[in-house]
């Protein structure tokens, strides 16, 4: 009877152990073993509401793993991790084994896509651009920038010139009006604090004012160095009381009228943008500025340069003092006199 006893002990202690052995073999390779990739990766999304035994289930049966689908479910329980994993889109790398693979989704390392607002493109160009980009979800019915900001819930604002342009990133389930929100509410904070800081003596009632003075230097140069000396001559124009005579504003009053070209009948045609017929700021932006033009808009160059004009070299543009002066320029490099 002892002898029985001794070999079933002895039994069952091997029995623990190569299970022990097992289970350290089956441990080790679960640790290491890289999923089945090719270099591309692989995107897996997790549904809102999804668990951790779906997940597994879910790489199993894609052929992501070669090990049994519990593995990954048992180790998050035991891990006391399976309740923290977060939805959303994530690009799975080679090499990721599976305990990485939870830590991802655990850090809602999603993958982060980019948007490029560019400076100077009208607000509605933004919404269009928004609109036929398939990386968002669509929840706008009507695209016209006055519902599109009543959506936003900004009816009250005018719209053009109130998104930031921008790199943005941002993950799968993004809609439009995120997108937009994101946008108009950095202008909001990028405009407060250059308001903060404006220098002395600006012609400017509020810092919707400036914002519109900043559109029109977006748009009139390319060249970072001339935006402080356009503001300057654009404000010492409004402080003299004369008129802006600005084409940009000319050009955004036409709309859908201009064809590339403007003539001396659309410099004459009385718009509430033409700057031409009307003195003062235009009512509102006609494009979105940038940081810069702001800055610029906020703090001009020192000077008496009253007009410039664009020489066709670089985008860059003849600075005078006088009419005189100015029309001479205007027969050089426009005339070609």
């Not at 004009?309 to 543009?317: K, N």
């Amino acid at each position: 009877m002892m002898r029985l006893l001794i070999k079933l002990i002895l039994a069952l202690s091997l029995l623990v152990v190569i299970s022990i052995v097992v289970i350290a073999y089956e441990y080790q390779r679960f640790e290491t073993t890289p999923l089945l990739l090719d270099d591309e990766g692989y995107v897996y999304t997790v549904q809102p509401g999804s668990n951790l035994q779906k997940i597994s289930q879910d790489i199993h049966h894609a052929g992501l793993s070669e090990l049994p689908a519990f593995y990954l479910y048992y180790y998050g329980r035991l891990q006391e991790k399976a309740h923290l994993i977060k939805a959303g889109e994530y690009l799975i790398e080679p090499d990721t084994t599976l305990p990485q693979l939870l830590e991802q989704f655990i850090q809602g390392q999603v993958i982060q896509y980019s948007f490029t607002i560019i400076e100077g493109m009208t607000a509605q160009q933004l919404i269009d651009a928004v609109v036929v980009d398939e990386r968002f979800s669509h929840t706008l019915t009507d695209t016209n920038l006055t519902e599109v900001m009543a959506a936003l819930g900004q009816a009250q604002h005018h719209g053009e010139g109130e998104f930031a342009p921008e790199t943005y990133h941002f993950s799968a389930g993004t809609t439009d009006k995120d997108m937009l929100n994101r946008a108009f509410q950095m202008m909001v904070d990028n405009l407060e604090q250059a308001w903060q800081t404006k220098a002395e003596n600006l012609p400017y009632k509020t810092a919707y004012e400036a914002l519109i003075m900043a559109s029109i230097i977006e748009k009139e140069t390319g060249i970072a160095e001339e935006r402080a000396e356009i503001a300057g001559v654009f404000i010492r124009r409004l402080q003299k009381g004369m008129r802006l005579q600005t084409d940009p504003t000319v050009i955004y009053g036409m709309g859908e009228q201009y064809n590339g070209n403007i003539r001396r009948k659309d410099l004459k045609a009385d718009t509430p943008y033409n700057t031409y017929t009307r003195y003062g700021l235009p009512p509102t932006p006609i494009a979105l500025p940038s940081k810069e033009a702001i800055a610029a808009a906020l703090h001009p160059a020192q000077g008496k340069s009253l007009y410039f004009v664009a020489t066709g070299q670089e985008g860059r543009h003849k600075f005078s003092n006088t009419l005189v002066e100015h029309n001479n320029a205007v027969r050089k490099y426009q005339l070609k006199k």
